[in-house]
């Protein structure tokens, strides 16, 4: 594995990879991986010739001051791991590089940055797609690998790469989740003991909620009731929203229709935490009874 800390070294290394007619995968990330990073990265080896991972810890879309500082990072632990992985480039830019003091320029993906966590953390998906179209323009790759996890990001940054005609197609990775249903995530290791108990009542929620609207639940209310009552039952969890969205437009659903995307947001003590899942509405005829 290479380790690149500069756009200059990057791009005469992929440069190269792109003469031999290589195809590039791409997963972008904040480091301190877990499984579920892991699970990109193997999918972007599989899939593509040249895999490069990049960490960057992007300033500029954490919202609250004490997430950017307390954010977990470890890139000695991080390279090891990922080097039992074959990847080929890890890419961890600084931050002179990537914000150097001129810098103007944001990208605004309208309308759906400002729903769901994007209505409790302003500015926080203008930083990720600004750093994401950063990102794309040094690493040029063919493919960019995201997690299901962060269902919103997906939306967004799917909206910004046709919008601004990126030639880049995304793949979407399943969440990988602890053996008790807690979706991994960086910020996991912030929780107490306690907090870490109880948050796997997330996804309990959320497959509960599976299992009504497959036997024919189609209120949006009485599902995001059922969810916050079984959060606030069995944990201490603040709940910020639970929401019923179209997957691909976000729009807010009274009814069930479509593919629809059940998210929510809970915080365990300060740790924010987030989930989702995405459920195809099946017609009345094809309902089990
Ligand atoms: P992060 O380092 O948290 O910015 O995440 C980097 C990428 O990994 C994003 O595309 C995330 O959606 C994805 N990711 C994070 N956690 C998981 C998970 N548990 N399962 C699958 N993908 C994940």
């Known amino acids: 594995m290479r380790i690149v800390k500069t756009i200059k070294n990057l791009r005469q290394v992929l440069n190269e990879a792109r003469r031999k007619g290589q195809k590039i995968g791409f997963v972008p990330t904040m480091g301190y991986f877990h499984e579920g990073h892991l699970s990109l990265m193997r999918r972007a080896k599989k899939e593509c010739d040249t895999s490069v991972v990049s960490i960057y810890v992007n300033p500029r879309q954490f919202d609250r001051k004490e997430d950017l500082t307390g954010y977990p990072r470890d890139i000695k632990r991080d390279a090891t791991m990922i080097e039992k992985e074959n990847v080929d480039i890890l890419f961890i830019p600084s931050d002179n590089d990537v914000y150097p003091n001129c810098y103007l320029t944001y990208i ?22 600004t750093v ?6 040094m690493v040029r790759p063919d493919v960019m690998y995201l997690g299901q996890k962060d269902a919103q990001q997906v939306v967004v940054l799917k909206r910004m790469l046709a ?3 990126f030639p880049v197609s995304i793949r979407v990775v399943p969440t990988a989740r602890e053996k008790d249903g807690l979706a991994m995530s960086s910020r996991n290791t912030r929780l107490t003991a306690q907090e870490r108990l109880q948050a796997p009542v997330l996804h309990k929620a959320l497959k509960e909620a599976s ?29 910020q929203y639970v929401a019923c969205v179209s997957a691909d437009t976000l729009e807010v659903l009274k009814v069930l229709k479509g ?31």
């Open 108 to 129: 605004d993906v309208e309308k759906i940055s400002g729903m769901l966590c994007g209505k409790y953390r302003p500015g926080h998906f203008k930083g990720v797609a």
């Open 132 to 137: 994401v179209a950063k990102l794309l323009n």
């Open 163 to 165: 919008d601004l005609n």
């Open 211 to 239: 299992l009504n609207i497959r036997s024919g639940e189609r209120s949006a209310s009485k599902i995001i009731g059922r969810i916050k009552k079984t959060i606030t039952r069995n944990s201490g969890g603040k709940i």
């Open 259 to 289: 593919t629809v995307l059940i998210a929510l947001s809970v915080f365990f003590g300060k740790t924010r935490l987030i989930d989702n899942v995405i459920i195809p509405i099946k017609k009345a005829s094809e309902v089990q009874s």
